[in-house]
């Protein structure tokens, strides 16, 4: 079974700051890895997804992720916060039943709730 | 705007009450996912349906169903309230079926059972 584990309820950065949500995740098969972030009072919009391919993946806002195999990881970055980036973010892996089967639901971490200070 | 809608916005009720709760997947999408936002479990699979048909089941209740009707639309039923279901109720749809497709997510209804 696949699991997803976020560490950091809570990160604060200084606006300009670089940004870093922690994501780490279990799978016994290749897995599927999304960011989802949260704006308040809001549903959940898709910031990117690693499937197959090139290991760093852009996605929107100027945020990315690199999938490391060796250290089950699946970190977001940015360069630099905005205001506008505060808000609860989502790291998910694809639920697969076995190496081809679909199950194409995503499992969730915890959330990080991401603060952005002036 | 993701383009997935979500009826209603907001919902009070008591317990031991039925709710309904709806969502319209975008536009040529087939399948449709129900997920529970709660400040314990956090964001949980309840059902997912596809192009009509029950495809997965997550951790949903007995008291809970759901249905995907042939113009793609799903509802999903509440049955039988508890404190405990007051949560954030979100509908996503996708294309198909595939692993790793993006799930576009509604807005959600806040259900809050007193």
């Known amino acids: 079974a696949q699991s997803v584990t976020q560490l950091g309820s809570h990160v604060s950065v200084s606006e300009g700051a670089l940004v870093l949500l922690r994501c780490n995740y279990s799978s016994s098969v290749p897995p599927y890895l999304f960011w989802y972030v949260q704006y308040p009072n809001q549903g959940l919009q898709l910031l990117l997804k690693y499937t197959t391919g090139a290991t760093l993946v852009k996605g929107i806002n100027g945020f990315e992720a690199e999938f490391k195999k060796s250290e089950t990881s699946f970190h977001l970055t940015k360069p630099s916060a905005h205001m506008s980036d505060a808000a609860e973010y989502f790291c998910?892996?694809?639920?697969?039943?076995?190496?081809?089967?679909?199950?194409?639901?995503?499992?969730f971490g915890k959330g990080t709730k991401l603060s952005v200070k002036p | 705007d993701s383009g997935v809608t979500q009826t209603p916005k907001h919902l009070i009720t008591a317990t031991g009450q039925r709710v309904t709760l709806r969502c319209s997947p975008r536009s040529g999408d087939l399948s449709v996912y129900w997920y529970q936002q709660s400040l314990d479990q956090g964001l949980q699979f309840l059902i997912q349906y596809y192009n009509g048909e029950e495809r997965a089941k997550g951790n949903i209740l007995e008291r809970f169903s759901a249905q995907q009707f042939p113009d793609l639309h799903s509802e999903l039923n509440l049955s039988s309230l508890e404190l405990g279901d007051s949560a954030l109720y979100f509908c996503?749809?996708?294309?198909?079926?595939?692993?790793?497709?993006?799930?576009?997510f509604g807005p959600g209804t806040r259900l809050l059972v007193l």
């Open positions: 996503a749809s996708s294309v198909g079926t595939s692993v790793g497709e993006t799930q576009y």
């Open positions: 998910a892996v694809s639920d697969r039943l076995n190496y081809g089967g679909s199950q194409g639901n995503l499992i």
